[in-house]
T-cell receptor, first 113, second 111 residues
């Protein structure tokens, strides 16, 4: 089954921690992306990757890092968590330069106290 | 100006009603268009792609008007289970893989 898998699904932590949210897809997609969704602001892109070792900032990259060492994985790293990173996060993937839609993971709900 | 604009609603309709959502996009060179459905705190799920010729899937019909740069979604015979937020999504032209999301239109179908 084609899917995008995120972990953890839920996490509550405190300010100042280092945190990694994993994302894995099994569709051999080149393009992967991280979004955050906040009430009234819709989905905003944090970072994206067009292939292995190729990553770039989205619209709201501050406070986040990513890596793309393998095609299937695209972890999101919060180096030092802060309360303004409390949000619902989605990973998505799709085929590069296609007219196909994105496939989304189930989401990760982070609460930073 | 936002890349994709939608009426946030909510649209409150009785079961069986027909409801239509519109969405406008700013970049005339955009290539691909989609409607996604999102239930509360869940991931967006593809409802349908939108083609220039229009397309229909059961009770759902999507239309694209390139000249006016808007996309529509028509839901006929609304069901309680149609209650959700509907996201209009446009795939960018120049950065071809970038997706632009509307803020979503909330639909509440009442018994």
């Amino acid at each position: 089954e084609a899917q995008v898998t995120q972990n953890p699904r839920y996490l509550i932590t405190v300010t100042g921690k280092k945190l990694t949210v994993t994302c894995s897809q099994n569709m051999n997609h080149e393009y992967m992306s991280w979004y955050r969704q906040d009430p009234g602001l819709g989905l905003r892109q944090i970072y994206y990757s067009m292939n292995v070792e190729v990553t770039d900032k989205g619209d709201v990259p501050e406070g986040y890092k990513v890596s793309r060492k393998e095609k299937r994985n695209f972890p999101l790293i919060l180096e030092s968590t802060s309360p303004n990173q409390t949000s619902l996060y989605f990973c998505a993937s799709d085929r590069l330069y296609s007219n196909q839609p994105q496939h989304f993971g189930d989401g990760t709900r982070l609460s930073i106290l | 100006r936002k890349e994709v604009e939608q009426d946030p609603g909510p649209f409150n309709v009785p079961e069986g009603a027909t409801v239509a959502f519109n969405c406008t996009y700013s970049n005339s060179a955009s290539q691909s268009f989609f409607w996604y459905r999102q239930d509360c705190r869940k991931e967006p799920k593809l409802l349908m792609s939108v083609y220039s010729s229009g397309n229909e899937d059961g009770r759902f019909t999507a239309q694209l008007n390139r000249a006016s740069q808007y996309i529509s979604l028509l839901i006929r015979d609304s069901k309680l289970s149609d209650s959700a937020t509907y996201l209009c999504v446009v795939k960018g032209a120049y950065n071809f893989n970038k997706f632009y999301f509307g803020s979503g239109t909330k639909l509440n179908v009442k018994p």
